[in-house]
């Protein structure tokens, strides 16, 4: 972990220390669920990417208790449990964690014990009955209105669970909620190995081998630009698709972008009615991939979920692909570009693709690369 974060990492914890200690590891299972209630082989990536932390902790014999997040919960009294609340029942299960408990256990080939609140004197009760090498997970965090606010008295309770905690949502780490910064006020806290892989990743990304391509694309402007702009300084073109592709030609109009900012061929995008870049526009992007060495992508071309639409973000894709071939180094990003590149490049996701890195974090991502202080990184500094 490089000196400029200064962070306390798990593997710079004594083995030793681990061994029957409660861990509260905070990981990111937001995943797609389908109506059988059970998670595809293709949706699972956020939960692997996890799993090398669990494993970490399950060597060292610790007691592993799993904090996680699914979905936006509609903040209604009913979903939502309080912490004065002794009984509590969660009439609408499309957000519980139960299917993710029950993947877990299929892909380490052991049983999770899974809890359906996360305060409370059941998930007091079955965190003191924990043996080492034992493994639960509590139910979703955002069924608490508190864990949103970061509200202190729920961090504590949380906290009270475990004697360790370990931060392994990079992805999440761009909002300040209880699980995520509040916690660390309780316990020793120190970054997991997927926090620490995916720091490493974001600060190699600043510091691009050149040529460097950045491509942005997806909906909220709002969200992309700060990314655009700071990236425009340090890359040396930033690509740019999608609606936000649409919002700066619109606002454009009368001024002008930096000059290493690529906008899609506007006959294409016409053509397109604005839900694609097209064809024409890959193959005017095409020669700022010819000798690449730093490639970062982060949101798709367009609406590649209807079949009309897909040109765009199939053909960036390519371009990535064959760039990667010759020795670019790569980092993708946010959860539809992953979507992307399961659906049309699969073999990508591949561990034996030597500098294909895949980042769990969409906005996390896009507001470290901005240059903007993370919470969930903050709250680990020593």
């Not at 990417?49 to 997040?69: D, G, V």
């Not at 964690?97 to 892909?107: D, F, Q, T």
């Not at 995008?269 to 970062?296: C, M, P, Q, R």
């Not at 897909?310 to 180094?329: C, N, R």
Request: proline share 4%; glycine share 8%; net charge positive.
């Amino acid at each position: 972990m490089p000196n400029s974060f200064n962070l306390k990492t798990l593997s710079g914890i004594p083995l030793k220390s681990l061994k029957n200690q409660r861990v509260l590891l905070r990981a990111d299972f937001n995943v797609p669920v389908g109506k059988n209630g059970k998670i595809g082989g293709n949706e699972d990536w956020r939960i692997k990417a996890a799993l090398p932390t669990i494993k970490y902790l399950l060597k060292q014999k610790a007691k592993i208790i799993l904090l996680a997040h699914l979905g936006r919960p509609k903040v209604s009294r009913k979903f939502i449990k309080s912490i004065k609340s002794k009984v509590h029942k969660v009439e609408d299960l499309e957000y519980s964690l139960k299917p993710v408990a029950n993947r877990i256990g299929e892909l380490l080939k052991s049983k999770i014990k899974f809890i359906d609140e996360c305060i409370g004197d059941k998930a007091r009760k079955a965190a003191d009955e924990m043996k080492s090498g034992e493994i639960i997970l509590l139910e979703n965090l955002r069924f608490y209105k508190e864990e949103e606010e970061n509200n202190e008295k729920f961090a504590e309770e949380l906290a009270k669970l475990g004697e360790i905690y370990i931060n392994d949502a990079f992805s999440d780490s761009h909002r300040s909620h209880a699980s995520i910064v509040g916690i660390t006020k309780y316990l020793p806290s120190y970054a997991g190995l997927l926090m620490e892989k995916e720091i490493e990743m974001m600060q190699a990304a600043i510091k691009p081998g050149h040529p460097a391509v950045a491509i942005i694309g997806g909906a909220k402007l709002e969200t992309k630009s700060p990314a655009v702009i700071a990236l425009a300084k340090i890359y040396d073109y930033i690509l740019v698709g999608g609606m936000i592709a649409n919002e700066i030609i619109k606002r454009s109009r009368g001024c002008s972008v930096d000059s290493n900012v690529i906008l899609p061929d506007k006959d294409a995008l016409l053509k397109e009615e604005g839900h694609d870049i097209g064809l024409a526009s890959i193959k005017k992007f095409t020669n700022y991939f010819i000798n690449a060495k730093t490639i970062l992508w982060n949101g798709p071309m367009g609406m590649f979920e209807n079949s009309k639409y897909q040109s765009g973000t199939k053909g960036i894709l390519m371009l990535i692909k064959s760039a990667h071939k010759k020795g670019a180094i790569v980092l993708v990003g946010g959860g539809e570009t992953i979507y992307a590149l399961r659906k049309f490049a699969p073999k990508l996701m591949n561990k034996k693709n030597k500098g294909f890195n895949i980042s769990t974090g969409g906005g996390a991502m896009l507001e470290f690369l901005a240059g903007k202080d993370l919470p969930g990184i903050e709250a680990l500094k020593k």
